[in-house]
């Protein structure tokens, strides 16, 4: 995907989020770090396009919350959660950019019911690249892209990696 396409994907996914929800009352955004946060930025402007006003909006980190913690050399690097808003009895859309296996999203999971019980949880990617491991599927997707489990796909995006927006299938490097 370019730039263009990318952009495109957002607006959709935005439009597709306030059609769903029947607006944005009781609506909040959760961004899992760190290129979901941009998209929920992004998604967000594009809410206020529409709706006049944007979503509460948060950041989630689900480093220690993930299951593959202990297999990590070194220590992990933990970044900042910042929900400041209640979540409790809201419509909570978790955002990130790839959704492969499904661990990162069950993590995210994980970690959001630490801050309440929000009435329900929706999830918005970029792209889904298939490949599940748990039952999770996504409520809003920017495009469905088929791979094999040996390929990467490499999301850039200009305000995290100071490049031009684009998503990239790449062949893995063989480890000896």
């Known amino acids: 995907m370019d730039k263009e396409a990318i952009r495109r994907a ?71 959660t910042q929900i400041d808003f209640d979540i409790t009895g809201k419509k909570i859309v978790l955002i990130d950019d790839v959704l492969f296996t499904g661990r990162t999203i069950r993590a995210a999971l994980d970690a959001l019911v630490d801050f309440g019980r929000p009435a329900s949880i929706q999830l918005a990617v970029l792209i889904d690249r298939g ?16 791979t094999s489990p040996s390929q990467n796909v490499k999301v850039v995006l200009s305000e995290s990696d100071n490049a031009e ?5 790449e062949n893995a490097e063989k480890k000896s």
């Open 10 to 80: 957002i607006m959709r996914i935005a439009h597709e989020i306030v059609e769903k929800n029947k607006g944005t009352e009781e609506l909040c955004l959760v961004g899992i770090r760190t290129r979901g946060v941009t998209l929920a930025q992004r998604i967000n402007a594009c809410i206020e396009s529409i709706e006049g006003g944007r979503a509460p909006l948060g950041i989630l980190d689900i480093t220690l919350y993930r299951d593959d913690l202990a297999d990590t050399r070194g220590k992990p690097v933990v970044h900042e």
């Open 131 to 146: 490949h599940r491991e748990l039952p999770i599927r996504a409520d809003f997707v920017g495009k469905n892209i088929p």
């Open 165 to 169: 927006d684009e998503v990239l299938v």
